[in-house]
């Protein structure tokens, strides 16, 4: 990447989100590199409306939106849950499920009715991935998207509430607590916002 396209101790960058718990958890992976997180409703920027097919479209979509908006860079994460037992979805229509109050205990509880309807409540639970997707936009327009995964199963009932989103029904492989029950700094060190971010950092911090 450009040396004009690094980041940089100091620099300010428009988190494109109005997710608070997104922010949180970007605002928290940023903190470290000295990089000052705002978020685009705080700079009276509306949400576009997200209508590409994919977390990469999306992502790139409310990024570009943002830095055209705020003159800075700017950071956008589309993310959803993917289960395998339902052909995929919610995937990128997760927030969708979740309706206009986004009440994620409904978006949840209609998974698990899904996954009811297709006899798929066996063995471990139906198998899932979380996908990140995360883009860094500048003004002129430029931008490059990171994406990540991790995967695991589905548990029920829920378990947990330190998380956001469908995190308190997702078990990562090889875990025994749930994202929903992880504490923020262990949940940071194996999610696909993280494995994403990792990507991002090694490309663009300077």
């Known amino acids: ?10 620099m300010k960058l428009v988190v494109a989100s109005h997710n608070p718990g997104k922010l949180r958890e970007i605002g928290e992976l940023l903190a470290p590199f000295g990089i ?20 990469a479209g999306n992502a790139r979509l409310k990024a570009l939106n943002s830095a055209r908006s705020t003159g800075l860079p700017a950071l956008s994460d589309d993310s959803g849950l993917e289960v ?32 009811r309807e297709r006899n798929a409540w066996h063995g471990a639970g139906p198998r899932a991935n979380f996908t990140a997707a995360l ?4 003004p002129d327009g430029a931008a490059c998207v990171f994406e990540g995964r991790v995967y695991g199963h589905l548990v029920w009932p829920p378990r947990g509430n330190k998380g956001f989103g469908y995190d308190a029904m997702f078990l990562p492989d090889g875990e025994t607590l749930t994202f929903g029950e992880m504490e923020p ?5 194996i999610s696909h916002r993280a494995r994403a971010f990792r990507k991002f950092i090694a490309e663009c911090l300077g």
């Open 1 to 10: 990447m450009r040396a004009d396209r690094k980041l940089r101790r100091g």
């Open 36 to 55: 000052e997180a705002v978020s685009a409703g705080d700079l009276g920027v509306a949400e576009p409306e997200e209508t590409e097919t994919t977390f």
């Open 84 to 115: 395998e037992a339902l052909g995929g979805e919610p995937g990128v229509y997760s927030a969708r499920w979740a309706g206009p109050g986004k009440d994620f205990s409904l978006a949840m509880a209609k998974v698990a009715e899904r996954c």
């Open 135 to 138: 883009c860094i936009a500048w």
């Open 185 to 189: 700094a262990r949940k940071h060190a």
